[in-house]
Protein backbone atom coordinates (compact mmCIF):
# COMPACT_ATOMS: atom_id res chain seq x y z
CA UNK A 1 0.00 0.00 0.00
CA UNK A 2 2.48 2.48 0.04
CA UNK A 3 2.15 3.14 -4.32
CA UNK A 4 2.77 6.93 -4.74
CA UNK A 5 -0.73 8.26 -5.98
CA UNK A 6 -1.20 8.77 -9.21
CA UNK A 7 -3.60 11.94 -9.23
CA UNK A 8 -4.41 14.93 -7.51
CA UNK A 9 -7.12 14.91 -4.62
CA UNK A 10 -9.15 18.25 -5.23
CA UNK A 11 -11.81 19.73 -2.84
CA UNK A 12 -14.66 21.57 -4.22
CA UNK A 13 -18.30 22.33 -3.68
CA UNK A 14 -19.60 23.77 -6.65
CA UNK A 15 -21.52 21.59 -8.43
CA UNK A 16 -21.99 23.36 -11.42
CA UNK A 17 -18.32 23.38 -12.04
CA UNK A 18 -17.17 20.22 -10.86
CA UNK A 19 -20.39 17.84 -11.29
CA UNK A 20 -18.29 14.57 -10.44
CA UNK A 21 -17.26 13.20 -7.54
CA UNK A 22 -15.37 10.39 -6.35
CA UNK A 23 -14.94 9.24 -3.04
CA UNK A 24 -11.30 7.63 -1.90
CA UNK A 25 -11.69 5.15 0.59
CA UNK A 26 -8.34 4.91 2.05
CA UNK A 27 -7.58 2.47 5.45
CA UNK A 28 -7.58 4.56 8.30
CA UNK A 29 -11.19 6.54 7.28
CA UNK A 30 -14.33 4.91 6.28
CA UNK A 31 -17.28 5.65 4.07
CA UNK A 32 -20.10 6.93 5.59
CA UNK A 33 -23.29 6.89 3.86
CA UNK A 34 -25.86 9.16 4.78
CA UNK A 35 -29.55 7.87 3.74
CA UNK A 36 -32.36 10.30 3.20
CA UNK A 37 -35.38 8.81 4.30
CA UNK A 38 -38.56 11.00 4.10
CA UNK A 39 -42.34 9.70 4.98
CA UNK A 40 -44.13 8.77 2.23
CA UNK A 41 -48.20 7.96 1.39
CA UNK A 42 -49.30 6.18 -1.02
CA UNK A 43 -50.82 8.32 -4.11
CA UNK A 44 -53.65 5.75 -3.87
CA UNK A 45 -55.97 6.26 -1.93
CA UNK A 46 -55.13 9.04 0.59
CA UNK A 47 -53.84 11.49 -2.24
CA UNK A 48 -56.38 10.44 -4.70
CA UNK A 49 -58.91 11.22 -1.57
CA UNK A 50 -57.87 14.45 -1.23
CA UNK A 51 -57.99 15.39 -4.78
CA UNK A 52 -61.61 14.76 -5.09
CA UNK A 53 -62.80 16.33 -1.78
CA UNK A 54 -61.23 19.70 -2.97
CA UNK A 55 -62.55 19.09 -6.38
CA UNK A 56 -65.98 18.42 -4.62
CA UNK A 57 -65.30 21.67 -2.54
CA UNK A 58 -64.38 23.48 -5.42
CA UNK A 59 -67.40 22.16 -7.30
CA UNK A 60 -69.87 22.81 -4.49
CA UNK A 61 -68.41 26.86 -4.26
CA UNK A 62 -68.54 27.02 -8.16
CA UNK A 63 -72.57 25.65 -8.06
CA UNK A 64 -73.59 28.49 -5.52
CA UNK A 65 -71.76 30.85 -7.28
CA UNK A 66 -73.47 29.78 -10.90
CA UNK A 67 -76.76 29.42 -8.89
CA UNK A 68 -76.69 33.50 -7.13
CA UNK A 69 -75.36 34.82 -9.73
CA UNK A 70 -76.32 35.02 -14.01
CA UNK A 71 -73.71 35.96 -16.50
CA UNK A 72 -73.73 39.02 -18.69
CA UNK A 73 -75.78 38.85 -21.59
CA UNK A 74 -76.59 41.93 -23.62
CA UNK A 75 -78.34 42.93 -26.88
CA UNK A 76 -77.44 41.02 -30.39
CA UNK A 77 -74.27 41.71 -31.85
CA UNK A 78 -74.04 45.23 -33.68
CA UNK A 79 -71.23 46.05 -35.84
CA UNK A 80 -72.70 49.38 -36.15
CA UNK A 81 -72.97 50.57 -32.66
CA UNK A 82 -69.91 50.47 -30.80
CA UNK A 83 -70.32 50.74 -26.83
CA UNK A 84 -68.44 53.25 -24.99
CA UNK A 85 -66.17 51.73 -23.46
CA UNK A 86 -65.60 48.79 -25.24
CA UNK A 87 -63.96 46.27 -22.90
CA UNK A 88 -61.66 43.14 -23.44
CA UNK A 89 -62.03 40.41 -21.31
CA UNK A 90 -60.92 41.64 -17.72
CA UNK A 91 -57.87 39.38 -17.72
CA UNK A 92 -56.39 41.28 -20.68
CA UNK A 93 -57.54 44.66 -19.19
CA UNK A 94 -53.72 45.42 -17.84
CA UNK A 95 -53.17 45.38 -21.57
CA UNK A 96 -55.54 46.81 -22.30
CA UNK A 97 -54.93 49.95 -19.83
CA UNK A 98 -51.07 50.15 -21.31
CA UNK A 99 -53.15 50.05 -25.29
CA UNK A 100 -54.22 53.51 -23.78
CA UNK A 101 -50.82 54.86 -23.72
CA UNK A 102 -48.53 53.44 -26.13
CA UNK A 103 -49.34 52.42 -29.87
CA UNK A 104 -50.74 48.76 -30.50
CA UNK A 105 -47.37 47.47 -31.30
CA UNK A 106 -45.98 48.50 -28.06
CA UNK A 107 -48.74 47.59 -25.78
CA UNK A 108 -50.50 45.00 -27.58
CA UNK A 109 -47.35 42.91 -29.57
CA UNK A 110 -44.34 44.29 -27.84
CA UNK A 111 -44.98 44.07 -23.58
CA UNK A 112 -47.19 40.56 -24.24
CA UNK A 113 -44.07 38.77 -26.38
CA UNK A 114 -41.70 40.14 -23.79
CA UNK A 115 -43.75 38.97 -20.87
CA UNK A 116 -43.85 35.31 -22.59
CA UNK A 117 -40.25 35.34 -22.89
CA UNK A 118 -39.16 36.38 -19.48
CA UNK A 119 -42.02 33.78 -17.83
CA UNK A 120 -39.89 30.87 -20.33
CA UNK A 121 -36.68 31.84 -19.35
CA UNK A 122 -36.89 31.96 -15.76
CA UNK A 123 -35.44 28.78 -14.00
CA UNK A 124 -32.54 29.23 -16.69
CA UNK A 125 -30.78 31.82 -15.47
CA UNK A 126 -28.73 31.07 -12.51
CA UNK A 127 -29.06 34.39 -10.86
CA UNK A 128 -32.65 33.11 -10.35
CA UNK A 129 -31.52 29.91 -8.88
CA UNK A 130 -29.12 30.47 -6.39
CA UNK A 131 -31.59 33.03 -4.31
CA UNK A 132 -28.77 34.72 -2.37
CA UNK A 133 -30.39 38.60 -1.00
CA UNK A 134 -30.18 41.06 -4.06
CA UNK A 135 -28.22 43.28 -2.47
CA UNK A 136 -25.79 40.96 -0.45
CA UNK A 137 -23.12 40.51 -2.74
CA UNK A 138 -21.40 42.88 -5.29
CA UNK A 139 -23.48 45.70 -3.02
CA UNK A 140 -22.05 49.20 -4.99
CA UNK A 141 -22.54 47.51 -8.66
CA UNK A 142 -25.79 46.13 -7.86
CA UNK A 143 -26.81 49.51 -6.44
CA UNK A 144 -25.76 51.33 -9.44
CA UNK A 145 -27.69 49.41 -11.68
CA UNK A 146 -30.33 49.29 -9.50
CA UNK A 147 -30.49 53.29 -9.41
CA UNK A 148 -30.26 53.57 -12.74
CA UNK A 149 -32.91 50.93 -13.89
CA UNK A 150 -35.32 52.53 -11.28
CA UNK A 151 -35.11 56.11 -12.19
CA UNK A 152 -35.24 54.87 -15.92
CA UNK A 153 -38.15 53.26 -15.63
CA UNK A 154 -40.32 55.61 -13.26
CA UNK A 155 -38.83 58.64 -15.39
CA UNK A 156 -39.92 56.77 -19.17
CA UNK A 157 -43.71 55.69 -17.58
CA UNK A 158 -43.88 59.09 -16.38
CA UNK A 159 -43.31 60.57 -18.79
CA UNK A 160 -45.51 58.74 -20.80
CA UNK A 161 -47.90 59.78 -17.91
CA UNK A 162 -48.39 56.24 -17.35
CA UNK A 163 -48.89 57.22 -13.80
CA UNK A 164 -50.71 53.82 -12.84
CA UNK A 165 -47.81 51.99 -13.71
CA UNK A 166 -45.48 54.79 -11.97
CA UNK A 167 -46.58 54.23 -8.80
CA UNK A 168 -46.51 50.42 -8.35
CA UNK A 169 -43.00 50.89 -9.83
CA UNK A 170 -41.87 53.06 -7.28
CA UNK A 171 -43.58 51.99 -4.01
CA UNK A 172 -41.64 48.51 -5.24
CA UNK A 173 -38.35 50.82 -5.37
CA UNK A 174 -38.93 52.32 -2.43
CA UNK A 175 -38.98 48.23 -0.97
CA UNK A 176 -35.86 47.94 -2.61
CA UNK A 177 -33.96 50.76 -1.38
CA UNK A 178 -34.86 49.51 2.15
CA UNK A 179 -33.64 45.88 1.32
CA UNK A 180 -30.55 47.22 0.21
CA UNK A 181 -30.41 49.02 3.56
CA UNK A 182 -30.79 45.92 5.22
CA UNK A 183 -28.65 42.89 6.15
CA UNK A 184 -29.60 39.44 7.30
CA UNK A 185 -28.85 40.68 10.71
CA UNK A 186 -30.99 43.56 10.82
CA UNK A 187 -33.01 43.94 14.02
CA UNK A 188 -36.40 43.84 12.55
CA UNK A 189 -38.39 41.01 11.32
CA UNK A 190 -39.86 42.50 7.94
CA UNK A 191 -36.09 44.33 7.17
CA UNK A 192 -34.66 40.81 6.99
CA UNK A 193 -37.39 38.95 5.20
CA UNK A 194 -36.77 42.14 2.76
CA UNK A 195 -32.74 41.59 1.87
CA UNK A 196 -33.05 38.41 1.66
CA UNK A 197 -34.83 37.92 -1.59
CA UNK A 198 -33.53 37.81 -4.72
CA UNK A 199 -33.48 39.42 -7.97
CA UNK A 200 -36.14 37.29 -9.74
CA UNK A 201 -38.92 37.72 -6.77
CA UNK A 202 -38.16 41.24 -6.73
CA UNK A 203 -38.69 41.25 -10.77
CA UNK A 204 -41.99 39.05 -10.36
CA UNK A 205 -43.46 40.93 -7.16
CA UNK A 206 -43.05 44.25 -9.13
CA UNK A 207 -44.54 42.32 -11.83
CA UNK A 208 -47.68 41.42 -9.78
CA UNK A 209 -48.29 43.70 -8.50
CA UNK A 210 -48.18 46.20 -11.64
CA UNK A 211 -50.99 42.88 -12.95
CA UNK A 212 -52.78 43.78 -10.38
CA UNK A 213 -53.04 47.87 -10.32
CA UNK A 214 -53.38 47.60 -14.37
CA UNK A 215 -56.22 45.14 -14.21
CA UNK A 216 -57.91 46.32 -11.12
CA UNK A 217 -57.36 50.33 -12.85
CA UNK A 218 -58.75 48.59 -16.03
CA UNK A 219 -62.14 46.81 -14.61
CA UNK A 220 -63.09 49.48 -12.11
CA UNK A 221 -62.07 52.55 -12.57
CA UNK A 222 -62.09 53.37 -16.59
CA UNK A 223 -65.40 54.46 -17.98
CA UNK A 224 -66.67 56.47 -21.43
CA UNK A 225 -63.36 57.15 -23.92
CA UNK A 226 -60.96 55.48 -21.19
CA UNK A 227 -61.80 58.41 -18.85
CA UNK A 228 -61.00 57.90 -15.25
CA UNK A 229 -64.15 56.80 -13.04
CA UNK A 230 -64.82 55.86 -9.76
CA UNK A 231 -67.01 52.20 -9.28
CA UNK A 232 -68.95 53.70 -6.35
CA UNK A 233 -70.46 56.52 -8.33
CA UNK A 234 -72.72 55.59 -11.43
CA UNK B 1 -77.66 -6.32 4.73
CA UNK B 2 -74.92 -4.84 4.41
CA UNK B 3 -73.09 -7.75 4.72
CA UNK B 4 -74.70 -9.25 1.78
CA UNK B 5 -73.77 -6.13 -0.26
CA UNK B 6 -70.68 -6.45 0.56
CA UNK B 7 -70.62 -10.16 -0.62
CA UNK B 8 -71.57 -8.63 -3.74
CA UNK B 9 -69.32 -6.53 -4.23
CA UNK B 10 -66.42 -9.15 -3.40
CA UNK B 11 -68.43 -11.24 -6.06
CA UNK B 12 -67.72 -8.87 -8.77
CA UNK B 13 -64.46 -7.73 -8.22
CA UNK B 14 -63.31 -11.04 -8.31
CA UNK B 15 -65.08 -11.91 -11.86
CA UNK B 16 -63.17 -12.66 -14.63
CA UNK B 17 -64.21 -9.45 -16.10
CA UNK B 18 -63.74 -6.34 -13.56
CA UNK B 19 -60.36 -8.38 -13.05
CA UNK B 20 -59.54 -8.11 -16.52
CA UNK B 21 -60.41 -4.04 -16.44
CA UNK B 22 -58.76 -3.38 -12.99
CA UNK B 23 -55.52 -5.50 -12.59
CA UNK B 24 -54.81 -4.14 -9.22
CA UNK B 25 -57.21 -6.84 -7.68
CA UNK B 26 -58.80 -6.96 -4.38
CA UNK B 27 -56.80 -6.09 -1.26
CA UNK B 28 -55.47 -2.56 0.73
CA UNK B 29 -51.81 -3.33 0.25
CA UNK B 30 -49.16 -1.01 -0.39
CA UNK B 31 -48.65 -2.97 -3.51
CA UNK B 32 -52.26 -3.18 -4.31
CA UNK B 33 -52.51 0.66 -3.95
CA UNK B 34 -49.55 0.94 -6.12
CA UNK B 35 -50.47 -1.07 -8.97
CA UNK B 36 -53.80 1.03 -8.70
CA UNK B 37 -51.86 3.85 -9.92
CA UNK B 38 -49.38 1.92 -12.21
CA UNK B 39 -51.90 -0.27 -13.92
CA UNK B 40 -54.26 2.87 -15.10
CA UNK B 41 -53.05 4.44 -18.08
CA UNK B 42 -54.57 8.03 -16.82
CA UNK B 43 -53.42 7.13 -12.76
CA UNK B 44 -50.10 6.19 -14.15
CA UNK B 45 -48.88 10.01 -14.69
CA UNK B 46 -48.88 10.20 -11.28
CA UNK B 47 -45.71 8.75 -9.01
CA UNK B 48 -47.70 5.95 -6.59
CA UNK B 49 -45.91 7.58 -3.57
CA UNK B 50 -45.91 11.39 -2.64
CA UNK B 51 -44.12 12.78 0.45
CA UNK B 52 -46.54 13.25 3.19
CA UNK B 53 -46.09 16.64 3.88
CA UNK B 54 -46.86 17.73 0.48
CA UNK B 55 -50.33 16.95 1.62
CA UNK B 56 -50.05 20.23 3.98
CA UNK B 57 -52.68 22.90 2.34
CA UNK B 58 -49.89 25.34 3.01
CA UNK B 59 -47.31 23.79 0.46
CA UNK B 60 -49.38 24.35 -2.54
CA UNK B 61 -52.94 25.09 -1.68
CA UNK B 62 -54.44 22.79 -3.62
CA UNK B 63 -53.90 25.20 -6.91
CA UNK B 64 -52.94 22.88 -9.63
CA UNK B 65 -55.86 19.87 -8.90
CA UNK B 66 -58.54 23.11 -8.28
CA UNK B 67 -57.34 24.18 -12.04
CA UNK B 68 -57.89 20.33 -13.47
CA UNK B 69 -61.05 20.84 -11.34
CA UNK B 70 -62.39 23.44 -13.61
CA UNK B 71 -61.36 22.10 -16.21
CA UNK B 72 -62.95 19.37 -15.79
CA UNK B 73 -66.34 21.15 -14.88
CA UNK B 74 -65.81 23.29 -17.77
CA UNK B 75 -65.21 20.07 -19.86
CA UNK B 76 -69.05 18.51 -18.55
CA UNK B 77 -70.76 22.20 -18.92
CA UNK B 78 -69.35 23.03 -22.04
CA UNK B 79 -69.85 19.92 -24.14
CA UNK B 80 -73.78 19.97 -22.70
CA UNK B 81 -74.12 23.93 -24.02
CA UNK B 82 -72.82 22.55 -27.58
CA UNK B 83 -76.05 20.03 -27.83
CA UNK B 84 -78.05 23.64 -27.49
CA UNK B 85 -75.24 25.92 -29.92
CA UNK B 86 -75.01 26.43 -33.41
CA UNK B 87 -71.98 28.70 -34.34
CA UNK B 88 -74.02 30.84 -36.90
CA UNK B 89 -74.70 34.74 -37.21
CA UNK B 90 -77.93 35.16 -35.79
CA UNK B 91 -78.86 32.03 -34.54
CA UNK B 92 -76.16 31.77 -32.13
CA UNK B 93 -77.77 34.26 -30.02
CA UNK B 94 -81.13 32.87 -30.31
CA UNK B 95 -79.65 30.03 -28.92
CA UNK B 96 -78.64 31.98 -25.66
CA UNK B 97 -81.76 33.55 -25.02
CA UNK B 98 -82.71 29.42 -25.30
CA UNK B 99 -80.62 28.85 -22.97
CA UNK B 100 -81.72 31.68 -20.73
CA UNK B 101 -85.85 30.94 -21.37
CA UNK B 102 -86.33 27.84 -22.65
CA UNK B 103 -83.87 25.07 -22.07
CA UNK B 104 -84.61 23.31 -18.42
CA UNK B 105 -81.26 24.58 -16.26
CA UNK B 106 -79.73 26.41 -19.26
CA UNK B 107 -79.27 29.54 -17.59
CA UNK B 108 -77.36 27.46 -14.56
CA UNK B 109 -74.89 25.46 -17.06
CA UNK B 110 -73.96 28.84 -18.80
CA UNK B 111 -73.74 30.16 -15.37
CA UNK B 112 -71.67 27.58 -13.80
CA UNK B 113 -69.57 27.07 -17.62
CA UNK B 114 -68.97 30.95 -17.43
CA UNK B 115 -67.81 30.89 -13.37
CA UNK B 116 -65.85 28.10 -13.80
CA UNK B 117 -63.60 29.90 -16.61
CA UNK B 118 -62.83 33.01 -14.71
CA UNK B 119 -62.10 30.34 -11.95
CA UNK B 120 -59.97 29.22 -14.29
CA UNK B 121 -57.70 31.55 -15.66
CA UNK B 122 -57.58 32.84 -12.20
CA UNK B 123 -56.14 30.06 -10.50
CA UNK B 124 -53.72 29.37 -12.91
CA UNK B 125 -52.23 32.85 -12.64
CA UNK B 126 -52.51 31.77 -8.85
CA UNK B 127 -50.93 28.54 -9.71
CA UNK B 128 -48.17 30.36 -11.47
CA UNK B 129 -47.27 32.64 -8.51
CA UNK B 130 -47.22 29.94 -5.97
CA UNK B 131 -45.07 27.65 -7.88
CA UNK B 132 -42.58 30.65 -8.47
CA UNK B 133 -42.36 31.92 -4.78
CA UNK B 134 -41.76 28.29 -3.69
CA UNK B 135 -38.85 28.33 -6.15
CA UNK B 136 -40.39 24.68 -7.55
CA UNK B 137 -39.21 26.34 -11.14
CA UNK B 138 -35.45 25.02 -10.28
CA UNK B 139 -34.03 22.36 -11.70
CA UNK B 140 -34.68 19.90 -12.54
CA UNK B 141 -38.12 21.37 -13.19
CA UNK B 142 -37.31 23.77 -15.76
CA UNK B 143 -38.66 22.19 -18.43
CA UNK B 144 -41.97 21.89 -16.92
CA UNK B 145 -42.21 25.48 -15.87
CA UNK B 146 -42.24 26.39 -19.45
CA UNK B 147 -45.06 23.69 -19.90
CA UNK B 148 -46.51 25.46 -17.31
CA UNK B 149 -46.37 28.95 -19.38
CA UNK B 150 -47.71 27.14 -23.09
CA UNK B 151 -50.72 26.28 -20.74
CA UNK B 152 -51.44 29.47 -19.19
CA UNK B 153 -51.18 30.82 -22.58
CA UNK B 154 -53.96 27.55 -23.93
CA UNK B 155 -55.97 28.64 -21.07
CA UNK B 156 -56.15 32.44 -21.68
CA UNK B 157 -56.81 31.57 -25.34
CA UNK B 158 -59.95 28.99 -24.51
CA UNK B 159 -60.89 31.81 -22.02
CA UNK B 160 -60.69 34.84 -24.81
CA UNK B 161 -62.28 32.01 -27.78
CA UNK B 162 -65.41 31.60 -25.69
CA UNK B 163 -65.66 34.79 -25.09
CA UNK B 164 -67.00 35.03 -28.46
CA UNK B 165 -69.29 33.07 -28.79
CA UNK B 166 -72.44 34.52 -26.62
CA UNK B 167 -72.42 36.89 -29.84
CA UNK B 168 -74.00 39.58 -27.89
CA UNK B 169 -72.62 43.35 -27.57
CA UNK B 170 -70.04 42.26 -24.96
CA UNK B 171 -68.67 39.26 -26.68
CA UNK B 172 -68.19 41.35 -30.37
CA UNK B 173 -66.65 44.38 -29.49
CA UNK B 174 -64.19 42.55 -26.67
CA UNK B 175 -63.23 40.15 -29.50
CA UNK B 176 -62.92 43.48 -32.41
CA UNK B 177 -60.57 45.32 -29.40
CA UNK B 178 -58.41 42.26 -28.73
CA UNK B 179 -58.23 41.04 -32.57
CA UNK B 180 -57.02 44.61 -33.76
CA UNK B 181 -53.93 44.46 -31.55
CA UNK B 182 -52.71 41.41 -33.71
CA UNK B 183 -53.11 43.45 -36.91
CA UNK B 184 -50.26 45.84 -34.98
CA UNK B 185 -48.07 43.03 -35.36
CA UNK B 186 -45.29 44.45 -37.95
CA UNK B 187 -44.66 43.20 -41.33
CA UNK B 188 -47.69 39.90 -41.24
CA UNK B 189 -49.89 41.55 -38.61
CA UNK B 190 -53.03 42.01 -41.08
CA UNK B 191 -52.58 38.40 -42.67
CA UNK B 192 -52.52 37.55 -38.81
CA UNK B 193 -55.71 39.14 -38.79
CA UNK B 194 -57.38 37.94 -41.79
CA UNK B 195 -56.53 34.29 -40.88
CA UNK B 196 -57.58 34.51 -37.14
CA UNK B 197 -60.99 36.23 -37.95
CA UNK B 198 -61.18 34.80 -41.68
CA UNK B 199 -61.84 38.21 -42.99
CA UNK B 200 -61.16 41.82 -42.38
CA UNK B 201 -63.62 41.98 -39.53
CA UNK B 202 -65.85 39.97 -36.64
CA UNK B 203 -68.40 38.44 -38.76
CA UNK B 204 -69.95 34.63 -38.97
CA UNK B 205 -66.56 33.45 -40.16
CA UNK B 206 -64.90 34.55 -37.14
CA UNK B 207 -67.77 32.83 -34.65
CA UNK B 208 -66.89 29.88 -36.63
CA UNK B 209 -63.47 29.78 -36.17
CA UNK B 210 -63.29 30.73 -32.53
CA UNK B 211 -66.08 27.77 -32.05
CA UNK B 212 -63.75 25.25 -33.98
CA UNK B 213 -60.65 26.56 -31.64
CA UNK B 214 -62.69 26.99 -28.22
CA UNK B 215 -64.34 23.37 -29.23
CA UNK B 216 -61.55 21.23 -30.56
CA UNK B 217 -58.02 22.42 -31.53
CA UNK B 218 -57.62 24.51 -27.96
CA UNK B 219 -58.90 21.70 -25.28
CA UNK B 220 -57.36 18.98 -27.59
CA UNK B 221 -53.72 20.72 -26.59
CA UNK B 222 -54.69 21.65 -23.50
CA UNK B 223 -55.32 18.24 -22.55
CA UNK B 224 -52.12 17.21 -24.25
CA UNK B 225 -50.10 19.48 -22.13
CA UNK B 226 -51.93 18.74 -19.19
CA UNK B 227 -50.70 15.33 -19.70
CA UNK B 228 -47.23 16.04 -19.87
CA UNK B 229 -47.04 18.35 -17.02
CA UNK B 230 -48.77 15.99 -14.79
CA UNK B 231 -45.54 12.78 -15.96
CA UNK B 232 -43.15 15.72 -15.88
CA UNK B 233 -43.84 16.15 -11.96
CA UNK B 234 -43.37 12.07 -11.23
CA UNK B 235 -39.84 11.97 -13.55
CA UNK B 236 -39.02 15.44 -12.12
CA UNK B 237 -38.70 13.95 -8.96
CA UNK B 238 -42.41 14.66 -7.17
CA UNK B 239 -43.30 17.63 -6.14
CA UNK B 240 -40.85 20.24 -4.85
CA UNK B 241 -40.17 20.36 -1.53
CA UNK B 242 -37.78 23.03 -0.53
CA UNK B 243 -34.70 22.01 2.17
CA UNK B 244 -35.40 24.94 4.37
CA UNK B 245 -39.04 23.73 4.44
CA UNK B 246 -40.00 22.57 8.02
CA UNK B 247 -40.76 19.12 8.37
CA UNK B 248 -44.56 18.01 9.52
CA UNK B 249 -44.63 17.03 13.38
CA UNK B 250 -43.69 13.59 14.45
CA UNK B 251 -42.16 12.85 10.54
CA UNK B 252 -38.97 10.10 11.00
CA UNK B 253 -36.13 12.03 10.75
CA UNK B 254 -34.51 11.79 7.54
CA UNK B 255 -31.48 11.37 8.33
CA UNK B 256 -29.72 8.72 9.41
CA UNK B 257 -26.36 7.09 9.76
CA UNK B 258 -26.55 3.85 8.50
CA UNK B 259 -23.80 2.39 8.11
CA UNK B 260 -19.59 2.40 8.39
CA UNK B 261 -18.15 0.28 6.22
CA UNK B 262 -15.00 -1.19 7.21
Known sequence: MSDPKDFVAGVDSDQRRSPTRVVFVTRRTSAQVKAHYEEQVQTYPEVLFRVLL??????????????????????????????????????FLGLQELL????????????????????????YFNINIEAAGLFLNNRQRRLQIFYITAIGLIVFLVAFHVYVAAVPTLIVAIAMMIAANSSPTSLSAPRRYLASKPMAWWVM?????????????????????WSWVLPWRS | ???????????????????????????????????????????????????????SFSSTWYLG????????????TGVLLMLYYHPSVPQAYADMKDLQFVVSSGLFLRNLHRWSAQAMVFLVFAHMFKVFYRGAYRAPREFNWVIGVVLLLITLLLS????????????????????????????????????????????????????????????LAALLFVAVHFWRIRKDGGLYVHQSEPKKAGAVDETELVKEVQ
Open chain 1, 54 to 91: AVEILAIVLVVVALLFNAPLEGIADATHTPNPAKAPWY
Open chain 1, 100 to 123: HYFPPVVAGVLVPTMLVVSLVIIP
Open chain 1, 205 to 225: TWFLFELIVLTAVGTFFRGPG
Open chain 2, 1 to 55: MPGKIDKILEQVEQSRVWRSIFRSGRGTSTLHNALAIQQSVFLHLFSTKVRKRML
Open chain 2, 65 to 76: TLTLGTFFILIV
Open chain 2, 160 to 219: YTGYLLPWDQLAYWAITVGSNISAAVPLVGSKIHFLLLGGNQVDANALLRFYVLHCLILP
